[in-house]
């Protein structure tokens, strides 16, 4: 398994903006696939974007043209930048990553929207 840390979380105005990190350390880190998972008070963890090895994305339906995937391969790291930010995105969001049937998850990160 690999560490995932996630940084850049906090509180955030409805309509704001925030981005997240994940570093993963890991020598092959472009050889895996990676995720944003999120979970809100007493809902299911859910999927929210996720970026292949080769770079393709995929968004979940409710953050489809405000949040956005990256990743540096370079710098081993996952970004998600976070855009109209919404109450309703209010959750800990997770970092993900998965090779084969090898996954890891990070600690989480509090991303509060609230005014």
């Known amino acids: 398994q690999v560490q995932l840390v996630e940084s850049g979380g906090g509180l955030v105005q409805p309509g704001g903006s925030l981005g997240l990190s994940c570093a993963a350390s890991?020598?092959?880190?472009?050889?895996?696939?990676m995720a944003w998972y999120r979970q809100a008070p007493g809902k299911q963890r859910e999927l929210v974007a996720q970026?292949?090895?080769?770079?393709?994305?995929t968004y979940a339906d409710p953050v489809k043209g405000r949040f956005t995937i990256s990743r540096d391969n370079a710098r081993n790291t996952v970004y998600l930048q976070m855009n109209s930010l919404k109450p309703e995105d209010t959750a800990v969001y997770y970092c993900f990553a998965a090779i084969g049937a090898v996954t890891s998850w990070g600690q989480g990160t509090q991303v509060t929207v609230s005014s």
């Open positions: 970026i292949s090895r080769g770079g393709s994305t």
């Open positions: 890991t020598s092959i880190f472009s050889a895996y696939a």
